[in-house]
């Protein structure tokens, strides 16, 4: 990104903060609210809903920079992401991604997580990078993105055929602003290999929430908005240690607020 671009984007993330100063909303940590590493703006408050995508470090190789590197220049943000994600969905690099091996190690270490840290709400895993929606609960973003990371990458490293950094230190995150973007943003991740020209439908696709070998308490997109979760023994724990608090619970239902959908258990604004 060029030096303008990037000029923009703190620009971008001043403006955004400005809001919660005036009403006295500043978020707390350990997360970091409106911020950004001088690439993209993220949004860290408990209680979003985030698409995230992350690539492995070779989707995008040195030897093809000057392919992709006149896409980074593109002003419009909207028409870049969609341009370097048409571009990744081309299939440079090794692909480690395929290898199911690799992506049962990634896909199992999201549910690890699913009714902990956050909600687990759709993912794909594509040949080399992955998009996933989570309601953020009470662990801050870039820990969750760090400890993905992290993990995959050193077991992914064991395997044979692997080696060196695997995945890049970016992401993409942008939070979710209401219904009708949640289910564009659906959409998008479970066809993401059906647009990749990779098979017909996206139920096919062995990692994907489209599978369907997972079975969801309310699988249409606004039972999903709403607080709806996977049928996985993940959330029979949370059940046990919650108690009474389960998702059943009145307090689970939708709370919309100004920039901030809240549906986890107990989740409160950060005054």
């Not at 990744?88 to 896909?107: K, Q, W, Y």
């Not at 890049?168 to 020209?197: L, M, S, T």
């Not at 139920?203 to 999903?224: I, V």
């Not at 059943?248 to 989740?267: C, E, F, H, I, M």
Request: glycine fraction near 6%; hydrophobic fraction near 35%.
């Amino acid at each position: 990104m060029n030096k303008w671009n990037k000029g923009r984007t703190y620009d971008l993330v001043r403006a955004k903060r400005e809001p919660d100063v005036r009403a006295d909303e500043t978020v707390r940590a350990p997360h970091k609210g409106w911020y950004t590493r001088g690439y993209l703006p993220h949004c860290d408050k408990p209680g979003l809903i985030q698409f995230i995508s992350y690539r492995l470090n070779d989707a995008m190789p040195v030897a093809k920079r000057h392919e992709w590197e006149e896409l980074l220049r593109i002003d419009d943000e909207q028409e870049r992401i969609t341009r370097i994600e048409n571009y990744v969905d081309r299939g440079f690099g090794a692909c480690h991604l395929r290898d199911s091996r690799v992506a049962t190690l990634i896909e199992e270490n999201w549910l690890r997580f699913d009714a902990e840290r956050y909600r687990l709400i759709a993912w794909v895993i594509m040949p080399n990078h992955v998009h996933l929606l989570i309601e953020q609960w009470t662990t801050a973003l870039p820990t969750i993105l760090k400890s993905w990371k992290a993990f995959t990458s050193a077991k992914a490293n064991q395997m044979p055929g692997t080696g060196g950094r695997f995945w890049q230190a970016a992401f993409f995150g942008r939070y979710i602003r209401d219904e009708e973007h949640f289910c564009k943003a659906q959409r998008y991740i479970e066809g993401n290999p059906v647009r990749a020209k990779l098979l017909r439908t996206p139920a096919e696709w062995p990692f994907s929430s489209a599978n369907p070998k997972w079975q969801w308490t309310d699988a249409t997109a606004t039972g999903r908005y709403c607080g709806a979760r996977l049928a996985h023994e993940c959330w029979d724990r949370f059940e046990k240690r919650e108690g009474a608090r389960t998702v059943n619970d009145p307090r689970w239902k939708t709370q919309n607020t100004a920039d901030v959908n809240l549906r986890g258990p107990d989740l409160k604004r950060n005054k």
